[in-house]
Nanobody
Framework: QVQLVESGGGLVQVGGSLRLSCAASGRTRDSELMGWFRQAPGKDREFVAAISWSGRSTSYADSVKGRFTSSVDNAKNTVYLQMNSLKPEDTAVYYC????????????????????WGQGTQVTVSS
């Protein structure tokens, strides 16, 4: 069973940075693509970024391109989301998720396409 544990959330001022971590245990073939999602109060969960454990497949939402970067450390079974130039609209609970990698050119962006989820970590950007 794949287990995902996020950490690194917190309170940061506008323009600041945070790095989220997602530690994965029990990795299997159906957890080769790692996604980051976020959910603000009263809003749907939305796609932020995704990366394969090989690092060859990556994808970012338009709203975070150029500001957020995802990376992997296979030795630590950990995925990271480096968030720079944070804005108040980035405030949300951030979740990491895992799913099967069917095609290196296709990255699912819908939450229902992910099989495993972490518990989430709160990110608050104050103005």
């Amino acid at each position: 069973q794949v287990q995902l544990v996020e950490s690194g959330g917190g309170l940061v001022q506008v323009g600041g940075s945070l790095r989220l971590s997602c530690a994965a245990s029990g990795r299997t073939r159906d957890s080769e693509l790692m996604g980051w999602f976020r959910q603000a109060p009263g809003k749907d969960r939305e796609f932020v970024a995704a990366i394969s454990w090989s690092g060859r497949s990556t994808s970012y939402a338009d709203s975070v391109k150029g500001r957020f970067t995802s990376s992997v450390d296979n030795a630590k079974n950990t995925v990271y989301l480096q968030m720079n130039s944070l804005k108040p609209e980035d405030t949300a609970v951030y979740y990491c998720a895992a799913t099967i990698l069917l095609n290196i050119n296709y990255v699912p962006v819908v939450p229902s396409e992910y099989n495993y989820w972490g518990q989430g970590t709160q990110v608050t950007v104050s103005s």
